[in-house]
């Protein structure tokens, strides 16, 4: 990547040429849908093909890996919802409920670690950890999984295919490689940030989405997080940083609850448990893996992208709508703007100065970061729900 300061001036010289009276493309032409992003990382023993990719979707959707049957990936990661739920937090077995808010899948692909404290490596770790959360599938073990792909014909015969495995040989592993494998599928670019930027289509974006563009790599500083490079952009930098989320809710008590969960956790305690279990043990973040006092309160940057699509925000789903969002970014960390700033707030946190209008235009740009695939499928999917949450 290059220094902030040339990127800096590379897009400073896209504004000038573009036409700021523009209108937004209407007839976007045929393009890449992967314009804007990387090769996907590929691990070297699960590599993809499209019978595992397949077998990973009927996998990704059984909602027999769950203790009540109702429960499967899809569930709270639904492509009707950008792969997200449209919900503050996700429903499991028998509508219990937990402490954070679905992440998308869209794009998970490039992230270095996965869950909001990062506590998975890869998607083959996270994959294995809904089905035994006691809130989520509510299985006591993975055993009630293998006994149906073991019995199962048609996942008898896909895994045969696809691994050359059978009933007892036919493990755990192979189950999450095959999610992990669906999960890397979904990928997605080609947004009208996309054509403007990468391809230097200037209609892409219209007048208010340029100025929110110059806003989040200057004043916004938004960039310093969710990252864009010369020739490509992931939207986010995959660390982890307290931005005053769920934390000032509780920082007076955060001594008390960080000891109590490091000795639950000494005592054996499973974090992935405590975290959707314990709401105010939740709000400690990137703690509860690295046992760091100065990763109090932290959270994963998460992508950008299809963000106007994925409300609510942040990792409680606190935030119902983007300008919420930035709003809470200007006051420096904190909502409303008279709270009391966390004591463990990331240092690069700090009031934007940002004026009703140039909210705006931020917001304007955000909405510029939808891929279209998903844009027409939450648009076709919202007319048959109720309680959907209004993007």
């Not at 493990?171 to 990468?198: L, Q």
């Not at 930035?326 to 966390?342: C, E, M, R, S």
């Amino acid at each position: 990547m290059r220094l902030l300061s040339v990127l800096t001036l590379s897009i400073t010289a896209l504004f000038a040429q573009a036409q700021t009276t523009a209108a937004p493309e209407t007839n976007p032409p045929a393009a890449n849908p992967l314009l804007g992003l990387p090769p996907v990382p590929i691990p070297a023993d699960n590599p993809q093909t499209p019978a595992k990719i397949a077998l990973g979707d009927k996998l990704f959707h059984d909602a027999r890996f769950s203790i009540d049957g109702t429960v499967s990936c899809a569930t709270c990661h639904s492509e009707k919802h950008a792969f997200t739920d449209g919900k503050q937090f996700s429903t499991g077995h028998h509508g219990l409920t937990g402490t954070r808010n679905a992440p998308t899948v869209v794009n998970a692909a490039f992230y270095t670690s996965q869950f909001w404290d990062g506590r998975e490596p890869d998607l083959e770790g996270q994959s294995k950890q809904p089905p035994v959360n006691p809130v989520e599938g509510g299985l006591a073990n993975h055993e009630p999984i293998l006994q149906i792909v073991r019995t199962d014909p048609d996942y008898k015969k896909a895994f045969t295919e696809v691994f050359g495995v059978a009933d007892a040989k036919l493990t755990m592993d192979h189950v999450a490689k095959a999610i992990a494998s669906f999960e890397r599928s979904i990928v997605s670019g080609n947004s009208p940030f996309d054509r403007y930027y990468i391809q230097g289509d200037k209609r892409a974006l219209n007048a208010a989405q340029v100025r929110g563009f110059q806003l989040f790599i200057d004043q916004g500083r938004c960039v310093s997080c969710h990252t864009i490079e010369n020739d490509q952009a992931l939207f986010t930098d995959s660390k982890f940083h307290n931005i005053g989320i769920g934390i000032n809710a509780i920082q007076d008590d955060v001594p008390r609850l960080a000891g109590a969960f490091l000795e639950a956790k000494a005592k054996g305690g499973d974090v992935d448990q405590i975290v959707l279990t314990e709401k105010k043990s939740s709000e400690l973040g990137r703690f509860a893996v690295t046992d760091k006092m100065t990763a109090i309160g932290a959270f994963k940057t998460p992508t950008l992208r299809n963000i106007d699509l994925t409300a609510p925000y942040m990792h409680d789903g606190s935030l119902k709508t983007l300008k919420e969002v930035v709003i809470h970014y200007n006051n420096g960390g904190v909502t409303p703007v008279d709270a009391k700033v966390n004591d463990f707030l990331s240092g690069g946190i700090r009031p934007l100065n940002l004026t009703e209008a140039q909210i705006n235009d931020l917001v304007e740009f955000l909405k510029a970061l939808t891929s279209p695939q998903f844009a027409q499928a939450v648009t076709a999917a919202a007319p048959q729900e109720t309680g959907h949450v209004s993007h």
